[in-house]
């Protein structure tokens, strides 16, 4: 792999220094002779260890243990309904458009990203992650337009005003401070970048017989918080960004459905439960999770 696939257009910074970084043999280096290795010969490992990652490392494990099984690359109806909604928000790249994909686990979002003609900065904090999506994308011949890297969201290892595309789908719920990953986002994102968010819902949206599976679920994953409109908005506000549109996703029908077909091993309704739940996805209450796109505003622009 050359150079110009681990650093594209020289976006990646220093976690320490903020330094551009530059790849030595099986390191990356900057200015300040801060050194990072390099997974799998190729990712980044862009990780201040002067921080506590204490907090991660349960969910680290759990991610790692779900890649386990993984069986490469696949686009189910549920991931493709994600990838719409960014495409949508986003629109055609121009030329050396570049987006981040924060939390990228599987890599799907990032790899039709990739194929549509963006360049694509995957990041997760779970190493085998993003060796499975290092080799869906190499399979799928789109590696040469995805910079994978191993870093943490609340320390993004990317250069001030460079990106034009930003997706966090299910991972604000996971990070100790939102408005710092928030404003993270800020700093990395140009003006008039476009966003997506996926969060789960606050749980006053939620069914109640459904509040202790949802309970326990946020345990076992490591969720910290929920979102609804109103929350995402004034987050976002804070930092200049606007909220453009939310929809909702998980209804009952959906839930139940893919239970079910999990009993009977079998995704034969797939498409026609993703249907189902497209029909409400103006209707927060009885849904599980929360999509919001969003813009940054143009300096000096007025909320």
């Known amino acids: 792999m050359n150079d110009s696939q681990v650093t594209p257009k020289n976006t990646l910074r220093c976690v320490q220094c903020h330094e551009p970084l530059l790849r030595q043999g099986a390191t ?58 960014a495409m949508q928000h ?24 990739a194929r549509a003609g963006w360049h ?13 999506l290092v080799q869906s994308a190499r399979q799928q011949g789109l590696l040469e337009r995805i910079t994978p890297v191993i870093a943490s969201a609340m320390d993004l290892p990317i250069a001030d005003a460079s990106i034009d595309a930003i997706v966090g789908n299910a991972v604000i719920e996971h990070l100790p401070d939102d408005d710092k990953f928030t404003a993270e986002l ?12 996926v969060a789960p819902i606050k749980l006053k949206y939620v ?16 969720h910290l918080r929920r979102y609804d409109r109103a929350t995402f908005a004034a987050l976002l506000a804070r930092h200049g960004f606007s909220v453009d549109q939310a929809q909702y996703s998980g209804h009952f029908v959906k839930v139940a459905g893919t239970l079910g077909q999990m009993l009977l091993g079998t995704h034969r309704y ?20 929360l999509t919001v796109t969003f813009h940054k505003l143009s300096r000096g622009a007025i909320i």
């Open 28 to 85: 990356m280096c900057c200015a300040n002779a801060h050194t990072y290795p390099l997974a799998d010969g190729i990712i980044p490992i862009l990780l201040d260890q002067r921080g506590n990652c204490s907090h991660y490392a349960g969910q680290i494990e759990y991610f790692t243990n779900e890649f386990k099984n993984y069986g490469g690359y696949r686009l189910d109806p549920w991931m493709r309904k994600y990838v719409d909604a």
């Open 120 to 132: 694509v900065i995957a990041l997760d904090l779970t190493p085998a992650s993003m060796v499975s």
């Open 270 to 289: 797939d498409e026609w439960l993703e249907r189902c739940d497209r029909r409400g996805a103006q209707r927060a209450f009885g849904s599980s999770n």
């Open 207 to 222: 069914w109640p017989w459904l509040w202790p599976v949802n309970y326990y679920h946020d345990r076992r994953i490591g």
């Open 186 to 197: 800020a700093r990395v994102a140009k003006p008039g970048a476009r966003g997506l968010l």
């Open 90 to 113: 986003f629109g055609p790249p121009h030329a050396g458009a570049t987006a981040v994909d924060i939390g990228a686990a599987s890599g799907y979002i990032t790899i039709e990203l």
